[in-house]
């Protein structure tokens, strides 16, 4: 409850100083807005945001969806073998040190102006994140715990031991490292949709910007963007609130005090 | 006891050696040509001052290869060792999302071998932790955790225990009687406990060895007669620690 109160005092601050620079600067509505202009925007203009917020909301989700199993079977494969990672590690640095801008153009070309670029783009973005988080939680087992295992299985010859073992547990050890990989990707998943629909689409929140950026719309430009960010702040306490339940004792803990 | 948890075809207790072991870091040798004989179906205590590479020889006897020891290890049966070691750790290495119950359970798991709950449960049960089984460990006391590695370690039904320093964490009182469960669990077994107390190895050991120096040599320390665990106020128990503390003393001076 306090964080909700304070949450809505500092949004309420915001849209004060908002007002404030409005009022005293005084530019034309078509440079900045005021929140009054916005808000109206954000009425008229409903079901207009909300088809395309739907849309864009569809590609961030599956985005996530897809982008984090990608990571977590990475992760895992780099975590796990030597091998893999000899192989997977050059592609996973390139993956994030390519700027997705550079990309998003050739997605387009290749997989059409509809979802699928879209959500190859937030898959993209998020991939790097949640790999690294996955691979570092898993190399960073315990020795005493890993000492322990291979005690435990000692002349074992049965085979698919080391499955055995990252479900049991390398995984869900590394679960508290992955909730901070998928926390990273919530935040950018929406960033990935946006550069991918204002590239090339015919549909989506990023693609209402353009056009309302274009015919110099910008209280509707002002709405699009206050959609996309409700929904990347409900995205992301969703995700929070999901491995808190998931991983209970990998919860945070209180910040220092 | 008639009740061991070690079910038939575990196989007996060997007596487990590392003969010629050396342990180097760098230029500077712990020690040399050591050989250690941990006698079949009986607990020796290995009592040494911290850092003297007691636990190193414990790692290498679990197979765990620790670093700078080099050694040659055997049981007195011919078989490898591999499979046939359970280990204990001075932390009690419990997983934080599992239940106490399928703590116990790991090392079943990850060999792919059928979990036995009734057996962890009565495992568990013996240990006073039969109210625990769903708790997660973050709920337990020190002591309640460390039962709960005892009742892990005793699950793995293996002929040979190795244990390093496993009630160091303990408040004296918990230490005290988890050393009384643990000295009844484990009887007939070939074990290896290593511990920097002298009270703890007089209560525990059939022989208790000392490992000190520098060089360090083993000595074996002659105990008192009777059935373990010994009773740590009986007059030839207090002597022998009285003497046994004197002796590491003098050794570290």
């Known amino acids: ?257 | 006891m008639a009740s061991s948890p070690c079910p038939a075809g575990a196989g007996a207790s060997p007596a487990v050696s590392i003969t010629g072991a050396d342990l180097r870091f760098g230029a500077t040798c712990h020690f040399e040509g050591l050989d250690l004989v941990v006698e079949a179906g009986r607990t020796t205590c290995l009592l040494g001052p911290s850092g003297v590479g007691k636990s190193s020889l414990l790692r290498a006897l679990a197979g765990l290869a620790p670093a700078g020891l080099s050694g040659r290890i055997a049981a007195d049966d011919g078989r490898p060792l591999a499979g046939r070691v359970a280990l204990m750790d001075r932390r009690d290495c419990l997983v934080p999302w599992a239940s106490v119950l399928d703590n116990v359970m790991l090392g079943a798991r990850l060999r792919g071998d059928a979990a036995e709950p009734e057996r962890a449960a009565a495992l568990l049960g013996r240990l006073g932790l039969h109210e625990a089984l769903a708790l997660r460990p973050a709920a337990l006391s020190g002591g309640m955790r460390q039962r709960v590695a005892l009742a892990r370690t005793l699950y793995e039904a293996r002929p040979v225990i190795l244990m390093d320093e496993p009630f160091s964490a303990l408040d004296a009182v918990t230490r005290y009687r988890l050393q009384g469960e643990t000295a009844r669990e484990i009887a007939g077994r070939t074990v290896l406990l290593v511990t920097h107390d002298p009270g703890e190895a007089l209560r525990l050991g059939d022989r208790v060895l000392v490992l000190a120096g520098r060089p360090a040599r083993l000595t074996e320390v002659a105990v008192p007669a009777g059935p373990l665990p010994r009773d740590p106020g009986a007059a030839d128990v207090a002597a022998a620690e009285s003497r046994l503390l004197a002796a590491l003393a003098a050794e570290a001076a």
């Open chain 1, 1 to 257: 409850m306090k964080q909700i109160a304070a949450g809505i005092a500092t949004l309420a601050l915001l849209v004060l100083f908002w007002q404030v620079v409005v009022w005293l600067a005084a530019p034309p509505p078509f440079i900045l807005p005021g929140p009054a202009a916005v808000a109206r925007a954000l009425m008229d203009q409903g079901g207009l945001l909300l088809r395309h917020g739907w849309l864009t909301l569809v590609e961030i989700v599956a985005g996530m969806a897809v982008g984090s199993l990608m990571g977590i079977g990475a992760g895992i494969g780099l975590g796990a073998t030597r091998h893999l990672r000899h192989l997977l590690l050059p592609l996973v640095v390139a993956s994030q040190a390519i700027p997705v801008f550079a990309v998003a153009p050739l997605l387009v070309l290749w997989l059409g102006f509809g979802l699928a670029s879209k959500i190859a783009m937030a898959s993209l973005i998020i991939f790097f994140p949640v790999t690294v988080a996955m691979a570092d939680g898993i190399t960073r087992l315990d020795p005493v715990l890993a000492d322990q295992a291979r005690v435990m299985t000692g002349g074992s010859a049965r085979p698919g031991r080391r499955l055995r073992l990252i479900r049991h547990l390398y995984g869900p050890a590394a679960l508290p490292a992955l909730a901070s990989g998928l926390r990273i990707a919530a935040a950018v998943a929406p960033i990935g949709a946006v550069v991918g629909e204002w590239v090339g689409a015919a549909g989506g929140l990023g693609w209402l910007m353009l056009q309302a950026n274009a015919r110099a719309r910008i209280d509707l430009m002002f709405a699009a963007l206050i959609v996309l960010a409700v929904m990347a702040v409900a995205l992301y306490r969703l995700v929070d609130a999901g491995l808190r339940r998931a991983a209970p004792w990998a919860a945070p803990q209180s910040p220092i005090s």
